[in-house]
């Protein structure tokens, strides 16, 4: 199994710009995550997901959009990038429910916005 | 709001000793504590989870313990070496509230 997929590795966008950050997991993951980490900062959660087709805001979503069509994929789309979005985003996921909450992070997306 | 934090934010120790790694959070009323290791530039990786209802979690030279009523956990890291080097996050309930991390560093 390849777990949890992000691409790309890296992304230099200008102000303004927008693109969408691809997160793929092979476990038949019910729970799906995004979280951001910031220089000499622990994780904040942006979005996160329940299932297919339910999608909710975590502690920073503002400029962030999220949709979670099929089980397996879980985009993260910029709109608009500014400075402040610069950052590495990690794409996480858990199975959910009793026992389960353990989650898998993918490598990571490294983003500069110029 | 849970609030999560980790002392010390750096710990430099010689190879062989024997280790402890403190995360406290604000909220009680937790489902689980998740320990993680991050090299640089890479993603987290999972050491242990500890769910609620637990009192602690070994995996081989690891040993997390949870303590809901103080709200602690402790990551034990027994002879310590080189190769361990790397942040130690630790992070509460299933939408994970992170600490800032405490960077390890084994010395040789």
């Known amino acids: 199994n390849a777990g949890v997929t992000q691409t790309p590795k890296f992304r230099i966008l200008k102000i303004g710009q927008s693109m969408t950050l691809q997160c793929t997991q092979d476990?038949?993951?019910?729970?799906m995550y995004w979280y951001r980490q910031d220089p000499g900062m622990g994780l904040k959660l942006i979005y996160y997901s329940v299932g297919a087709g339910i999608t909710d805001k975590g502690e920073v979503p503002n400029g962030y959009n999220v949709s979670r069509s099929t089980t397996e994929d879980f985009p993260l789309r910029l709109e608009l990038a500014a400075p402040s979005q610069t950052s590495v985003y990690f794409c996480?996921?858990?199975?959910?429910?009793?026992?389960?909450?353990?989650?898998?992070f993918g490598p990571g997306t490294r983003l500069t916005v110029t | 709001k849970q609030e999560v934090t980790q002392i010390p934010a750096a710990l430099s120790v010689p190879e062989g000793e024997n280790l402890v790694l403190n995360c406290s959070f604000t909220?009680?009323?937790?489902?689980?504590l998740q320990w993680f290791r991050q090299d640089p530039g890479k993603g987290l990786t999972s050491l242990l989870l500890?769910?609620?209802?637990?009192r602690e979690q070994t995996s081989g030279r690891l040993n997390a313990s949870l303590d809901k009523s103080s709200g602690r956990s402790t990551l034990y890291i027994a002879a310590s070496q080189p190769g361990d080097s790397a942040t130690y996050l630790c992070g509460s309930n299933y939408k994970l509230t992170f600490g800032k991390g405490t960077l390890l560093t084994v010395n040789p």
């Open positions: 500890i769910q609620s209802s637990q």
């Open positions: 996480a996921s858990s199975g959910g429910g009793s026992g389960s909450y353990e989650q898998y």
């Open positions: 909220d009680s009323a937790i489902y689980n």
């Open positions: 476990m038949n993951h019910n729970y």
